[in-house]
């Protein structure tokens, strides 16, 4: 299994930015597929994350400004960025998992995810 990120960038405070992660070679009826980031000498944070049937969850810190969704191409999601904030700047990973159901509760902690991309850099200024 192959994760790809793409769409990250540099924008200004308030800007807008929509990142990819399409999942090749991923042959499984079901997944776990979330959104992490991390910024310089901090730990990987959870951002969001989304399964196969659509459900949903967000970190407190995005919620409203972030929606995660599936692409139309399978094993492909986005998140779209809106009101992009300073400290929203990072290293965006995107992950995947076939095992884990969303309604376990699991979905935030790193361990929960077997593949994982490269990262996309985000950068937003003030």
């Known amino acids: 299994v192959h994760l790809v990120e793409s769409g990250g960038g540099s924008v200004q405070a308030g800007g807008t930015l929509r990142l990819s992660c399409v999942a090749s070679g991923y042959t499984y009826s079901r997944y776990l597929m979330g959104w992490f980031r991390q910024a310089p000498g901090k730990e990987r944070e959870w951002v969001a994350a989304i399964d196969s049937d659509g459900n949903s969850k967000y970190v407190d810190s995005v919620r409203g400004r972030f929606t995660i969704s599936k692409g139309a191409a399978k094993n492909s999601i986005f998140l779209q960025m809106n009101s992009l904030k300073p400290e929203d700047s990072g290293i965006y990973y995107c992950?995947?998992?076939?095992?884990?159901?969303?309604?376990?509760?699991?979905?935030?902690?790193?361990?929960?995810?077997?593949?994982w991309g490269q990262g996309t850099q985000v950068t937003v200024s003030s």
């Open positions: 992950a995947a998992d076939p095992w884990t159901p969303i309604i376990s509760g699991n979905y935030g902690k790193t361990a929960a995810y077997n593949y």
